[in-house]
């Protein structure tokens, strides 16, 4: 079966610009989640969503870092302003209702130059 | 001080050799976490722990709850374990949430 997809799977943007991205859990997953991996350094919690419950934003470092989930479907990350600190790779994962295993994503490299 | 704690950072062995990487952690945690990324960046899950031993393959994790340790072993170590190994725990303040902070992973290399 299809695992959790991401979209692009490199990014270069120049510093100022906007940038969307995309992940695609596996179907039936509830829980989604969006991670940080900046180059040299561990995985960084940025942002949950579970079903229809008020996500957990705990995570995201600036209000320039948005992200959005219609119910079980398609996430997008924004981060708008791109800043060169933002460069890494941003990694999506999702879980199963019956499983506290998280299934990741091949990570979408973002460079802002 | 970092939550989770992995030691070694780097790890080089001849293949066969048994492998051990140790993670500490300080908070209370629900679950910890055993992950492995490829050099290509994919990260695969490989333990779920919250208490005792799990074995899959020439893989072992266990966990001791009262000392907040866990080690991630590999019997008869294969070049094709080379990756980086990274902890991971599920504090128990975050409940509901079920996020995870991560160690800064272990990187093994496994030399033919």
């Known amino acids: 079966g299809a695992g959790v997809s991401q979209s692009p799977s490199n990014k270069v943007t120049e510093k100022g610009k906007d940038v969307e991205l995309r992940c695609d859990p596996i179907s039936g997953h509830t829980a989604l989640y969006w991670y940080r991996q900046r180059l040299g350094q561990g995985l960084e919690f940025l942002i949950y969503?579970?079903?229809?419950?008020?996500?957990?934003k705990s995570g995201l470092p600036s209000d320039r870092f948005s992200a959005e989930r219609t119910g079980e479907s398609v996430s997008t990350l924004t981060i708008q302003r791109t800043q060169q600190e933002d460069s890494a790779v941003y990694l999506c994962?999702?879980?199963?209702?019956?499983?506290?295993?998280?299934?990741f994503g091949p990570g979408t490299r973002l460079t802002v130059t | 001080k970092n939550e989770v704690e992995q030691s070694p950072q780097n790890l080089t062995a001849q293949e066969g050799e048994f492998i051990t990487i140790n993670c500490s952690y300080s908070v209370g945690i629900s679950a910890l976490h055993w992950l492995q990324q490829h050099p290509g960046g994919g990260i695969v899950s490989l333990f779920m722990l919250s208490s005792g031993k799990k074995k899959h393959g020439r893989l072992i994790a266990t966990i001791n709850i009262q000392e907040k340790h866990s080690s991630l072993h590999i019997t008869a170590s294969h070049p094709r374990d080379s990756a980086v190994y990274i902890c991971a725990v599920r504090s128990r303040l975050d409940f509901g949430n079920e996020k995870l902070t991560f160690g800064t992973g272990t990187r093994l290399t496994i030399i033919p």
């Open positions: 994962a999702s879980r199963g209702q019956a499983t506290y295993e998280q299934y």
């Open positions: 969503f579970q079903g229809n419950s008020a996500p957990d």
